[in-house]
Structure formats: structure tokens, C-alpha cells
């Protein structure tokens, strides 16, 4: 079955632009999460959705950086003013709601890098 | 969130059992203990979860002593293919399914032929 997907797979931008990342979660999984991964490093927690609403946004670094998930299904990443500090390797990922355990299904990521 | 320590990399002949141990001293009574998988250039995989005992499934086995302040990730016979950094990952799962969970730098393990 399809699995958690994310595009793009690559993003190259210019420091001081705004950027977009999406993420398709698996079908009915309800539970959203995304993450940031620096080279060498585990994967950082920036925020996660139940349902619609964002139920912990507590690892998002700065107001620079806003998610959406307006329906419950797909979620986008927005970081505006874009920092060279911002490039690492953006990580969605979605889950059963309680009840049927939390394991984790990953995307793939979208490397983005800030010239 | 409780903090885990493991060792940074490790290195294991093909054919051979691996070992993988984790500190989590101050793990709590609502924490499950989950362990995660990552190939270069791709998002982390979940290969097991338990919260005392023992829990194995298809890929390893996850050992959890009383006290659980610690755990141990076995992979029987790893091959070449296994090479890969694994994370230990503690976190709350009650609730309403949530696990917000923190991932630490992770084992790398290089599996040598």
C-alpha cells in the first residue's frame, strides 16, 4: 500500500525566501508529525497534529515556521524568511490514533538547502 | 521526556548476533521503550516496541529488565544489509496515542563482511 509521501523530494532556495513542504500522510491515519534532521544527527521533533489542529507545536524553533492541516489529511510546511540554518532534511510523519498503537510510519523527507 | 544514552557506533561481523543497549534511568511509569531504524537518505523505520519483558517479532528482539532502566535491541545473524543507525526512543503512549518521543544521536551500526 502507499506509504507516507513528500515532495519535493528537493529543495533548493535562496536565504530570505519563503518555502512550502507537503506531506501525504498514509490514508486514516490521523495523527501527523514533522520532524527536522541535520546531517549527522537524529531526527528533530517540530510538531504534531491530531485530526486538523496542531496539538503540539512545542519543537518548532521560531515564528519563522507555521504547519497546516486544514482537512486532516495533508499537512504543509511553511518557513518563511529562510535562514541558511534552516537546510537539513524535513521528515512527516503519520500514525494510528490511540487505541491501535503509535509506531511511526516515515516519508522519505524533502532535503531543503538555503544558498 | 526521559533521555536515552546508547553507544555511538558499533561494529559486527556478518552471520553474528548484535546487541544494541540503551540507558533510560529516568524512564517513567507511562513510557514505552521504541526502537527505529534508519538507512542513509531515507526516513527512520520502526522495528520494535515494548514496555517490560521481553517483545520479539519477525526482525529483533527487544529486552527490558525489571527496573526497566534500560534496554537491549538483539538482531539474530545481521547481514550486510542491516548497516544502519538505530535509535532508542522513550516516550509517553497513553496519550490518546501520542508518543512524543525524542531521537538521540543513534547507534551506527557497520555490519563487516
Known sequence: GAGVSQTPSNKVTEKGKYVELRCDPISGHTALYWYRQSLGQGPEFLIYFQGTGAADDSGLPNDRFFAVRPEGSVSTLKIQRTERGDSAVYLCASSWASGRGSEQFFGPGTRLTVL | ?113
Request: aromatic share 10%; with cysteine; proline share 5%.
Open chain 2, 1 to 113: 521526556l526521559a533521555k536515552t544514552t546508547q553507544p555511538i557506533s558499533m561494529d559486527s561481523y556478518e552471520g553474528q548476533e548484535v546487541n544494541i543497549t540503551c540507558s533510560h534511568n529516568n524512564i517513567a511509569t507511562n513510557d514505552y521503550i521504541t526502537w527505529y531504524q534508519q538507512f542513509p537518505s531515507q526516513g527512520p523505520r520502526f522495528i520494535i516496541q515494548g514496555y517490560k519483558t521481553k517483545v520479539t517479532n519477525e526482525v529483533a528482539s527487544l529486552f527490558i529488565p525489571a527496573d526497566r532502566k534500560s534496554s537491549t535491541l538483539s538482531l539474530p545473524r545481521v547481514s550486510l544489509s542491516d548497516t544502519a543507525v538505530y535509535y532508542c526512543l522513550v516516550g509517553d503512549m497513553t496519550s490518546g496515542g501520542y508518543q512524543k518521543v525524542t531521537f538521540g544521536i543513534g547507534t551506527k551500526l557497520q555490519v563487516i563482511p
